[in-house]
């Protein structure tokens, strides 16, 4: 099992990025896929999932109306829809899975990608 992260950078205030995330060796649609992030001297902190069994989603407060997640099953991939993008957006970004996972709690989530780092210029 896999999950492989790419679409980080650096990036002005006010800019986007896009996050992708590609699974393999899982039932893909039978997974809660969420985005979590860290940064520095910080704890993992949760930014959105998407929902295993319908399009429902939610976000962390921070990035609420500013962040999309999607999800596309027949391509085994989750994305992250970064916008209007603050310093304090900086961080290493996770993409994780959970079986039928659809909260924002770290210990849900029990296969992880490596990460990918996001740098919000100020």
């Known amino acids: 099992v896999q999950l492989v992260e790419s679409g980080g950078g650096l990036v002005q205030t006010g800019g986007s990025l896009r996050l992708s995330c590609v699974a393999s060796?899982?039932?893909?649609?039978?997974?809660?896929l969420a985005w979590f992030r860290q940064a520095p001297g910080k704890e993992r902190e949760f930014v959105a999932v998407?929902?295993?069994?319908?399009?429902?989603?939610k976000y962390g407060d921070s990035v609420k109306g500013r962040f999309t997640i999607s999800r596309d099953n027949a391509k085994n991939t989750v994305t992250l829809q970064m916008n209007s993008l603050k310093p304090e957006d900086t961080a290493v970004y996770f993409c994780a899975a959970g079986w039928s996972a659809f909260n924002p709690y770290v210990r849900a989530y029990n296969l992880w990608g490596q990460g990918t780092q996001v740098t919000v210029s100020s």
């Open positions: 060796g899982l039932t893909f649609s039978a997974y809660g």
């Open positions: 998407a929902n295993w069994r319908d399009d429902s989603t």
